[in-house]
């Protein structure tokens, strides 16, 4: 019975630990700044004191989220980026492509002519 207990509570934090790894993707999210919106996304958790821009705020959430404020009549819309990638698609470029950061302080004005893969762009 103990063993029957044990292997019980081990596969369940388990799956806990599996479903907290697998966490679900974000995306950025403009929605209407009205006063029932803002208490709606209030009492479901979002910050509301930022993020304001004209009339609107922009939150981040999941889809399911998303999905249970669009059941309580908030309209939400998906944001997208100059390019047309929402914001899950832009990181997703990123991270296969690397993160690429040049800071002046890298800079080498002098030329490396014994070993040129250590010169940077200037």
């Given amino acids: 019975m103990r063993g029957t207990l044990a292997a019980l509570v081990v596969l369940v934090s388990t799956l806990c630990l599996a479903a907290s790894a697998g966490a679900a993707p974000l995306n950025a999210y403009?929605?209407?700044?009205?006063?029932?919106?803002?208490?709606?996304?209030?009492?479901?958790?979002?910050?509301?004191t930022e993020g304001r821009r004209a009339g609107?705020?922009?939150?981040?959430?999941?889809?399911?989220?998303?999905?249970?404020?669009?059941r309580k009549g908030v309209k939400a819309r998906l944001l997208h980026d100059r390019r047309g990638r929402t914001a899950l698609r832009a990181t997703a470029?990123?991270?296969?492509?690397?993160?690429q950061v040049w800071r002046p302080y890298a800079r080498t004005t002098c030329p490396c002519p014994t070993r040129p893969a250590l010169r940077r762009p200037t």
Avoid: H
């Fill in 56 to 70: 609107s705020i922009e939150i981040v959430g999941t889809s399911r989220q998303i999905a249970a404020l669009r």
């Fill in 93 to 99: 470029a990123q991270a296969a492509d690397g993160w």
């Fill in 30 to 48: 403009r929605v209407d700044a009205g006063p029932r919106q803002l208490e709606t996304l209030r009492q479901q958790g979002f910050d509301v």
